[in-house]
Antibody
Framework: EVQLVESGGGLVQPGGSLKVSCEAS????????MHWVRQASGKGLEWVGRTRSKDYNFATEYAESVRGRFTISRDDSKNMAYLEMNSLKSEDTAVYYC?????WGKGTTVTVSS | SYDLIQPPSVSVSPGQTASITCSGDGLGDKYTCWYQQKPGQSPVLVVYQDTQRPSGIPERFSGSISGDTATLTISGTQPVDEADYYC??????????FGTGTKVTVL
């Protein structure tokens, strides 16, 4: 079964850091671009960024709203993708989804609050 | 920034056809995907590359493109189709963009 499972969400203070993870199974992870998408409560979907496969030198791209604060990485040996978030703001509060276009995880909730 | 504009809401009677539009500059030169999201659930891909339907997606879902407007059509709409729908395309600046979202209500 093709599956993505996010973990690592939680409560963090403004200005703090958090790293969330995405574990993939059921497909060839190493050949896939992996995206992170977030959704604030009651709001629409917002693309955060992606990591491309080895064929594209693991290139990463980011939305303007997170560029310079967030870092996406991957470990193909573990079928894992990561989203490291620094200098967090209240507006980063959202459910964070890992996705491969045709497959989405259930998401992990990140709350930025004092 | 690149914007994809959708109507906030569409209402349709059961068995009728619902059409959801997505407009953006130069959208006709890009591929559009459509996602369905039901309350409390993760999005599901229902159309990719403008017109292609993933396996497992009912035939009543179809996509089309005309000029800079993409359309998702739900033929013979069922109550289970009530959801939020988002279009998505790649902007020329290598940014992945979602549309503003459309809430489909089946009355």
């Amino acid at each position: 079964e093709v599956q993505l499972v996010e973990s690592g969400g939680g409560l963090v203070q403004p200005g703090g850091s958090l790293k969330v993870s995405c574990e993939a199974s059921g497909f060839t992870f190493s050949g896939s671009s992996m995206h992170w998408v977030r959704q604030a409560s009651g709001k629409g979907l917002e693309w955060v960024g992606r990591t491309r496969s080895k064929d594209y030198n693991f290139a990463t791209e980011y939305a303007e709203s997170v560029r310079g604060r967030f870092t996406i990485s991957r470990d193909d040996s573990k079928n894992m993708a990561y989203l490291e978030m620094n200098s967090l703001k209240s507006e980063d509060t959202a459910v964070y989804y890992c996705m491969r276009m045709d497959v989405w995880g259930k998401g992990t909730t990140v709350t930025v609050s004092s | 920034s690149y914007d994809l504009i959708q109507p906030p809401s569409v209402s349709v009677s059961p068995g009728q056809t619902a059409s959801i539009t997505c407009s953006g500059d130069g959208l006709g030169d890009k591929y559009t995907c459509w996602y369905q999201q039901k309350p409390g659930q993760s999005p599901v891909l229902v159309v990719y590359q403008d017109t292609q339907r993933p396996s497992g997606i009912p035939e009543r879902f179809s996509g089309s493109i005309s000029g800079d407007t993409a359309t998702l059509t739900i033929s013979g709409t069922q109550p289970v189709d009530e959801a939020d729908y988002y279009c998505q395309a790649w902007a020329s600046s290598a940014l992945f963009v979602f549309g503003t979202g459309t809430k489909v209500t089946v009355l």
